[in-house]
């Protein structure tokens, strides 16, 4: 069931997608060790939430402080591909599971860019 409250944010694509990877990450790190519960699995956890969470404060400001922020989900992206890699490389995921994180990343990574060039764009034209 949807909520009638609405944030503008929420229609975005790239919110959305990025909030979807994160339950993804979140349903993977939950089959890793004990030992991993307070390390990679919540760092990778974290790193996933942190896109979307970023997309959402972003977007109440100005374009230049949303610009910013996305430049921060931007770089969550990328932390998501080392957290992905060490849990391949220590055997918590499988390489299919991997790649899965991979091409999503890829994909969030050009949602963001193209999401940060529009809003670059709206900033250039109220020079």
């Known amino acids: ?3 009638k409250y609405n944030f503008k944010f929420e229609n975005l694509t790239t919110y959305n997608s990025a909030m979807e990877f ?5 349903s993977l790190t939950k089959k890793f060790p004990n030992e ?3 390390e ?3 760092q990778f956890r974290r790193a996933a939430d942190s896109i979307a969470l970023n997309i959402a404060e972003g977007s109440s400001g100005s374009d230049k402080q949303f610009y910013n922020y996305l430049g921060n989900a931007w ?7 080392a957290c992905s890699s060490k849990a391949k490389m220590r055997g918590y995921i499988t390489f299919q599971d991997d790649e899965e994180n991979r091409r999503i990343v890829i994909e969030l ?5 193209t999401l940060r060039n529009r809003i670059s764009t709206r900033i250039d034209n109220k020079k």
Do not use: D, P, R, W
């Not at 770089?75 to 591909?81: D, F």
């Open 1 to 3: 069931m949807e909520s």
């Open 22 to 26: 994160g339950e993804v990450v979140n």
């Open 36 to 38: 991993e519960k307070f």
């Open 40 to 42: 990679l699995a919540s």
């Open 75 to 81: 770089h969550g992206t990328h932390e998501c591909v």
């Open 109 to 113: 990574s050009k949602m963001i860019t």
